[in-house]
T-cell receptor, first 113, second 111 residues
C-alpha cells in the first residue's frame, strides 16, 4: 500500500515534443505528490508538486495532472528540450511530520535534438 | 539563501567499518530527512529529524542512526558497514513536512 508505481521506465522524445510520465498509488491517505528531476551524480531537485484538492497544476513547461478517483497522477513536459534529459521521480507522502516521501522507480528521459 | 549541503562528496570504506555523513539544512528549515538511493533506483527513506528528535523511521536496521543539532544540521551514522550499503546518501531539509529540498548527496562505496 506504500508503493508508488511509475511508468514508463525510459522515454525518448523529440525536441519540442511532449513528455508524459505516469504514476499510480494505492494509499488514499497520501495527500502530497511532488515530482523531482535528477541529473547524474546530483541530488533530486523539486520540480512541481500538487495536493489532491486540485486536478491540475502548471508551472512553466511542467504540468501535473491529478486523478483522485483513479489514484493516478502524471507529469507533462511541454516543448521538451535536450536540457530536460534526466531521470524523473514521482513521489507521495501523507504530509505529516515523520512521514516519508515514497518514491517511484524513476523514468529516464532522453530528448533528442 | 544557502541550499542543503552535504559532506563529504565521496567516501570509500571497508566492510565492517563505521561512517559518519553530514548535512547542513537550508536556512530556516527545521526538519531533516535522510534517504538512501541505490544505483538505478528511487530514494528510500531512512529517518527524519525534527527539532533534534527522531520523528519517523523507514525499514533500516538499528546500525543506521542519526543526530540533529540545535542549528538543525544533522549526521547519519552507519556502523558495521556492509557491501549493500554502497549507495548515494541524500539529505533533505524542509520547514515542516513538505516540500523537501535535497542536497547533492554523499556517494558511499563499501569494499
Amino acid at each position: 500500500q506504500q508503493q508508488v508505481k511509475q511508468s514508463p521506465q525510459s522515454l525518448i522524445v523529440q525536441k519540442g515534443g511532449i513528455s508524459i510520465i505516469n504514476c499510480a498509488y494505492e494509499n488514499t491517505a497520501f495527500d502530497y505528490f511532488p515530482w523531482y528531476q535528477q541529473f547524474p551524480g546530483k541530488g533530486p531537485a523539486l520540480l512541481i508538486a500538487i495536493r489532491p484538492d486540485v486536478s491540475e497544476k502548471k508551472e512553466g513547461r511542467f504540468t501535473i495532472s491529478f486523478n483522485k478517483s483513479a489514484k493516478q497522477f502524471s507529469l507533462h513536459i511541454m516543448d521538451s528540450q535536450p536540457g530536460d534529459s534526466a531521470t524523473y521521480f514521482c513521489a507521495a507522502s501523507m504530509g505529516e511530520y515523520g512521514n516519508k516521501l515514497v518514491f517511484g522507480a524513476g523514468t529516464i528521459l532522453r530528448v533528442k535534438s | 539563501e544557502t541550499g542543503v549541503t552535504q559532506s563529504p562528496t565521496h567516501l570509500i570504506k571497508t566492510r565492517g567499518q563505521q561512517v559518519t555523513l553530514r548535512c547542513s539544512s537550508q536556512s530556516g528549515h527545521n526538519t531533516v530527512s535522510w534517504y538512501q538511493q541505490a544505483l538505478g533506483q528511487g530514494p528510500q527513506f531512512i529517518f527524519q529529524y525534527y527539532r533534534e528528535e527522531e520523528n519517523g523511521r523507514g525499514n533500516f536496521p538499528p546500525r543506521f542512526s542519526g543526530l540533529q543539532f540545535p542549528n538543525y544540521s544533522s549526521e547519519l551514522n552507519v556502523n558495521a558497514l556492509e557491501l549493500d550499503d554502497s549507495a548515494l546518501y541524500l539529505c533533505a531539509s524542509s520547514l515542516g513536512p513538505d516540500p523537501q529540498y535535497f542536497g547533492p548527496g554523499t556517494r558511499l562505496t563499501v569494499t
